[in-house]
């Protein structure tokens, strides 16, 4: 089983509603956790973090962890075709940091 | 703002060389890592380090080594480059608590012919 987990994708998305990307994982004692937004060719850029039960919310984006459940998610609001990217999910423990395969969103006009 | 620099944005070498990718950061982060990035397969851990000269294995540390001689530089050594180690390589770094995001670099591709 891999630590952390995603749907590939694509997944398809009409402009102005909401994307929602999950990701689960295996490793209880993992303590925090990130999402990153990857455009084609470049690095990864950190969107949001969150290492609390519950929601955070930045702007349009909406992360929510459940730890007993063991998995992560990040909702996007209001999708712009910008969103169009590859998002990947991380988990953190002490000291790695440990991603998932990402998820290709697509974002249509 | 955080810089992370890899040496080089492209690289071609041939089976059996021994490579060397570069990667320093500015912002005197502890922890550095180094990734591989396959389609499909997302980022793998190659290597990290969490202090000068300590080093761990990752996920898929076969055919690679790391050098941290000093805080702000790691090193990924192929010992003798093979084809199936073409690849997009990210360097990263971040702080030292789990609460911390990791910073990339902008990514070397190496082809190996």
């Known amino acids: 089983q891999k630590e952390v987990e995603q749907n590939s994708g694509p997944l398809s998305v009409p402009e102005g509603a909401i994307a929602s990307l999950n990701c689960t994982y295996s490793d209880r004692g993992s303590q925090s956790f990130f999402w990153y937004r990857q455009y084609s060719g470049k690095s990864p850029e950190l969107i949001m973090f969150?290492?609390?039960?519950g929601d955070k919310e930045d702007g349009r984006f909406t992360a929510q962890l459940n730890k007993a459940s063991q998995y992560v998610s990040l909702l996007i609001r209001d999708s712009q075709p910008s969103d169009s990217a590859t998002y990947l999910c991380?988990?953190?423990?002490?000291?790695?940091?440990?991603f998932g395969s990402g998820t290709r969103l697509s974002i249509r006009p | 703002d955080v810089k992370v620099t890899q040496s080089s944005r492209y690289l071609v070498k041939r089976t059996g060389e021994k490579v060397f990718l570069e990667c320093v950061q500015d912002?005197?982060?502890?922890?550095m890592f180094w990734y591989r990035q396959d389609p499909g397969l997302g980022l793998r851990l190659i290597y990290f380090s969490y202090d000068v000269k300590m080093k761990e294995k990752g996920d898929i540390p076969e055919g690679y080594s790391v050098s941290r001689e000093k805080k702000e530089r790691f090193s990924l050594i192929l010992e003798s480059a093979s084809t199936n180690q073409t690849s997009m390589y990210l360097c990263?770094?971040?702080?030292?608590?789990?609460?911390?995001?990791?910073?990339f670099g902008q990514g070397t591709r190496l082809t190996v012919v």
């Open positions: 912002m005197d982060h502890e922890n």
């Open positions: 969150i290492y609390s039960n």
């Open positions: 991380a988990k953190r423990g002490a000291s790695k940091i440990i």
């Open positions: 990263a770094s971040s702080l030292g608590h789990s609460n911390t995001e990791a910073f």
